[in-house]
DNA sequence: GGATCAAACTATGTATACATTAATACTGAT
DNA sequence: ATCAGTATTAATGTATACATAGTTTGATCC
């Protein structure tokens, strides 16, 4: 390291990290508005990084920005909810089953494994937000197994999108004992390569995972967050 | 209309519509790099919408925005048309079942029905840019009628992406006249309310049609677009 | 003549000043 | 007092000037 600060990180791509994090946190509430100007001293740089990674967050479906009115951060709906986990069911099924067709070894697979021992660890301790962690590592490897670039930048982007409403619900609903079942399951059949048993098992796991959620949501008047 | 123009648009919507017409017409070839202030003069407008435009684009993966080295017209490979047909061909079928789910009135499905119509008209006159002009039409639609807002935007930028290849491969190949048949089957699966049969058709029209695609690039060595 | 280092250059990244325009507040007449 | 019309304001949209860093060029020494 120099002595003096090196900057490798362009303000705008610390911008971009930055207002991820500060949505996601909740710093900036769901349907809140925010200046650009107020954005740029918050982050200490000029409106211009700020105002390139708010256009950047609006391609993701984070915000919006609208004329005159600042970058409004976007609340997630139900219907909402409904529409990415139906995208992330129908994306994910094919990753299992796509990866089941290409033959990996015990080897390839450890990441998968390593993600479904970390939840069945979390779940003894009852420790959730390990859980969580857990959970989002083994869809972010499933989806990587299944070797589509493009799917495993959607299923990111859906990701990013239903965060904080996940944040609301971990702590709300039972321990996810049933989940565990099959994920190893789903990882059983890609090992097996058995596509069409990884693909069904793993989309009846979403559809399921979507009902509780979405009943979740209901049941508690959560409509938007 | 008022005497002088009214500026409706701002730059940096016009900017991203001109740089998108320029990329689909060929004007900016796959492969090459232009500089923010090239394209800037080419537009009449300052850099700052160009770059904006350019950073929209770059998240919808037409172009790559490099330091000091301007903007790339991102190329397409075969393995990204596989990876961009393997997206398109789940999220269509799922949008087909979606469809057929919501018991559409033969009035919802005139668009689906027209677009069919516009396909037997210019196949019959092998006109085949009307062709694909209303096969594109067909598949919006059916993803509009899936009534997911989300898979309508994934379908969109990934239908954007094989664009200049679609256009290539177009005066290559026979007349499809298999398509509009599993078209019209589609069709009636919907309007008869059959999911499964929505999707499993939609489905294997997609993955022949990716066969076909791919097999004439292959043939014909074309392996960037 | 070739290699090394430095200086100039070039194009993005960033800051700032300015233009534009929608919203708001104010003024004045009825 | 209310409404219409105008002026001010405030924030984005845009242009431009500047900073930064990588590349190329050129000069100098061996």
């Not at 994090?21 to 509430?29: D, E, K, N, T, W």
């Not at 909810?81 to 994910?92: G, N, Q, R």
């Not at 998968?112 to 083994?138: H, K, N, V």
């Not at 990587?144 to 904080?164: E, F, K, P």
């Amino acid at each position: 390291m120099s002595p003096v600060t090196p900057k490798s990180k362009s303000n705008s791509a610390i911008a971009v990290e930055e207002l991820r994090r500060l949505i996601f946190s909740g710093a900036l509430p769901a349907g809140s508005d925010h200046l650009e100007s107020e954005l740029a001293v918050r982050l200490g740089m000029s409106r211009t990084p700020v105002r390139e990674a708010a256009l950047l967050l609006e391609g993701q479906g984070l915000l919006k920005v609208r004329a005159r009115k600042g970058v409004r951060i976007l609340p997630i709906s139900i219907d909402d909810m409904i529409e990415i986990y139906d995208v992330l069911t129908e994306l994910e099924s094919m990753s299992a089953a796509k990866a089941a067709e290409k033959g990996y070894k015990a080897q390839d697979l450890k990441p998968l494994d390593g993600a479904i021992a970390d939840m069945e660890t979390a779940l003894a301790a009852e420790d959730r937000d390990a859980w969580s962690a857990a959970d989002d590592a083994f869809h972010t490897e499933l989806v990587r197994l299944g070797g589509n670039s493009r799917v495993v930048s959607i299923v990111g982007l859906m990701a990013d999108q239903v965060r904080r409403a996940k944040a609301v619900t971990l702590y709300m609903r039972p321990l996810p004992t049933q989940s565990n079942k099959d994920h190893r399951s789903v990882l059983e059949a890609i090992a097996a390569g058995d596509a069409q048993a990884a693909h069904d098992i793993h989309y009846a796991h979403r559809a399921a995972a979507k009902d509780v959620l979405i009943n979740l949501l209901r049941q508690n008047r959560l409509h938007m967050l």
